[in-house]
């Protein structure tokens, strides 16, 4: 697979990752079997979600033993910084960890800044000088707010909805974000029907060298072609 650096966040991983979320619905056997399976194919980037515990607690069962290879994505909605400490202190706990490698701002209606009056990016920042976190990053569908992120230069990364069909002025912020020195990582999308389709979305988004491209962690036809594909690539 690949390797990739997502721009000044300095995290290095294969350019293709997964999103844990499906795993709430597995005992915790399935999910190291799951896991054990990603990780024979080189997988090493995995997007835990939002705080759920339940959830965070299957992925720390399924990386026991593995947590230094691996690069661990989480995302908060937009809070009081005390209860952002909280949900951090309660998903490292159910992990097993003591850091996320990169700790993403989830979808926010306003772009969250340093000194705001709502005291959220500041919260992050203190957990980042507290090595709690090791960078900053923002999720986002909207054109503006990935804009205003490129702008600010706050944010270490930036996860957008860009897949091979994305239109190009969505395909220019791809571009825009690995000018601006940041890394990039798409939002997870349904699995293609063919493995040729499979392929065609893994190789496109290969071209990008500071890019990882999500799926779902959800077994079945379209993440068994995902695997084949990349223990063939």
Same mark, same amino acid.
């Given at each position: 697979?690949?390797?990739?650096?997502? &721009?000044?966040?300095?995290?290095?991983? &294969?350019?293709?990752?997964?999103?844990? #979320?499906?795993?709430?619905?597995? !005992?915790?056997? *399935?999910?190291?079997?799951?896991?054990?399976?990603?990780? *024979?194919?080189?997988?090493?980037?995995?997007?835990?979600?939002?705080?759920?515990?339940?959830?965070?607690?299957?992925? #720390?069962?399924?990386?026991?033993?593995?947590?230094? @290879?691996?690069?661990?994505?989480?995302?908060?909605?937009?809070?009081?910084?005390?209860?952002?400490?909280?949900?951090?202190?309660?998903?490292?706990?159910? =992990?097993?960890?003591?850091?996320? @490698?990169?700790?993403?701002?989830?979808?926010?209606?306003?772009?969250?800044?340093?000194? *705001?009056?709502?005291?959220?990016?500041?919260?992050?920042?203190?957990?980042?000088?507290?090595?709690?976190?090791? !960078?900053?990053?923002?999720?986002?569908?909207?054109?503006?707010?990935?804009?205003?992120?490129?702008?600010?230069?706050?944010?270490?990364?930036?996860?957008?909805?860009?897949?091979?069909?994305?239109?190009?002025?969505? =395909?220019?912020?791809?571009?825009?974000?690995?000018?601006?020195?940041?890394?990039?990582?798409?939002?997870?999308?349904?699995?293609?029907?063919?493995?040729?389709?499979?392929?065609?979305?893994?190789?496109?988004?290969?071209?990008? @060298?500071?890019?990882?491209?999500?799926?779902?962690?959800?077994? &079945?036809? #379209?993440? *068994?072609?995902?695997?084949?594909?990349?223990?063939?690539?």
């Amino acid at each position: 697979m690949k390797q990739v650096t997502l &721009g000044r966040s300095g995290i290095v991983t &294969g350019n293709v990752g997964f999103e844990c #979320g499906p795993l709430l619905k597995r !005992s915790f056997a *399935d999910c190291r079997g799951v896991m054990e399976r990603a990780l *024979d194919a080189g997988v090493r980037f995995f997007d835990i979600g939002l705080p759920v515990e339940e959830l965070q607690k299957r992925v #720390g069962h399924s990386t026991v033993g593995h947590r230094s @290879d691996l690069i661990l994505a989480g995302s908060f909605e937009p809070c009081k910084p005390q209860e952002f400490k909280d949900q951090l202190k309660m998903v490292l706990r159910a =992990l097993k960890t003591d850091y996320l @490698d990169l700790c993403q701002i989830h979808d926010p209606d306003y772009l969250p800044r340093m000194g *705001d009056s709502e005291g959220f990016y500041d919260a992050l920042t203190d957990a980042k000088k507290a090595g709690y976190i090791r !960078s900053i990053g923002i999720t986002t569908g909207s054109e503006d707010i990935a804009l205003h992120a490129l702008e600010f230069g706050w944010y270490d990364t930036l996860q957008f909805p860009w897949t091979t069909e994305s239109e190009e002025e969505a =395909l220019d912020y791809l571009t825009f974000t690995h000018e601006a020195d940041m890394g990039s990582i798409s939002v997870p999308q349904p699995y293609p029907e063919d493995a040729q389709a499979v392929l065609k979305e893994l190789n496109a988004m290969a071209e990008y @060298d500071a890019h990882v491209s999500l799926w779902l962690w959800e077994e &079945g036809p #379209g993440m *068994d072609q995902v695997l084949k594909a990349l223990k063939e690539m």
